[in-house]
């Protein structure tokens, strides 16, 4: 009977140990989803901005719209500029979000005046996206990416900002870049964190780009936001790199973007005021 009640002990003690350890793990994974809400206050109220009937969820892949919220809670970027985006309308719930993004001049949209909110954002758009708000130079030789597995696979208009951010100390800890694999919540989380690691508590300046300014019936001055090499895929543009960055192809598009919309208000005045003039002169 001795030897049978120590087995029975044993066996007690057993369930005991596992249901603690089954408790312990349960409090860790929660602790782990949770980490967004609870510690990361900056993207709690980025999102805040944007959803009011879901929390944020880290292993869930971000629309571009969101990024963008999150990337403006990060910075702390207020200000807004006039957009055009015909899927961006004043209602949208993106709206603010996408006009503090276009003030602050880290996009330009998917063409088509489309900026596309509700898709899902790639690694490289999230990149550019990210190089573009830190102002990180991009012109610099294409030389520290490639010692990324990858590298082959980066798109021509995305190499000097992975190249950038390279240099800048976001990516090279990593083999791959995995340039069109879709972005999750958590690495959104981890890079944004890192680039304001390094930046430190200081915001971004904005103050180089033009602010709203009256429309005055299409007289007032325009204001050029940036000028760019696109090829154009399924009707949407896609940036190949800027103007001053160059570009040699024997199908040239050059996108243009204006702090208001150039085509659909008041064209027949705006139209003087554009003018593109060649190294000769022309």
């Avoid at 200081?202 to 033009?210: G, K, S």
Wanted: net charge negative; proline share 2%; hydrophobic share 40%.
């Amino acid at each position: 009977m001795i030897k049978k009640s120590n087995k029975a002990t044993r066996i007690k003690l057993l369930v005991v140990c596992i249901m603690m350890f089954s408790m312990m793990f349960s409090i860790m994974v929660y602790a782990d989803t949770t980490t967004v809400t609870e510690s990361n206050d900056w993207a709690a109220n980025g999102w805040a901005r944007i959803h009011e009937d879901y929390s944020f969820q880290q292993d869930v892949v971000l629309k571009r719209g969101e990024l963008v919220s999150l990337i403006n809670s990060l910075f702390n970027f207020k200000e807004q500029a006039e957009i055009s985006f015909t899927d961006v309308e004043s209602q949208n719930p993106y709206f603010k979000e996408v006009a503090k993004a276009v003030n602050a001049g880290y996009i330009i949209g998917r063409g088509n005046n489309n900026f596309d909110p509700e898709s899902d954002v790639t690694k490289i758009e999230a990149y550019i996206m990210i190089a573009r708000a830190l102002k990180l130079d991009t012109k610099q030789p294409i030389e520290q990416m490639k010692n990324f597995k990858d590298a082959s696979e980066v798109p021509e208009w995305g190499l000097g900002q992975v190249e950038a951010l390279t240099r800048f100390g976001l990516l090279g800890d990593k083999s791959k870049v995995k340039p069109f694999e879709k972005l999750t919540g958590a690495e959104a989380i981890e890079i944004l964190e890192a680039a304001y690691a390094k930046v430190g508590d200081q915001q971004v300046d904005t103050t180089e780009i033009p602010q709203e300014e009256i429309k005055n019936n299409g007289n007032a001055e325009l204001n050029l936001l940036g000028s760019y090499f696109v090829t154009v895929e399924n009707d949407q543009s896609v940036e190949i790199c800027t103007i001053e960055e160059g570009f040699t192809s024997d199908n040239m598009i050059i996108k243009l973007v204006f702090d208001r919309g150039i085509v659909r208000e008041y064209w027949e005045n705006n139209q003087m005021q554009i003018k593109l003039q060649g190294n000769d002169g022309n």
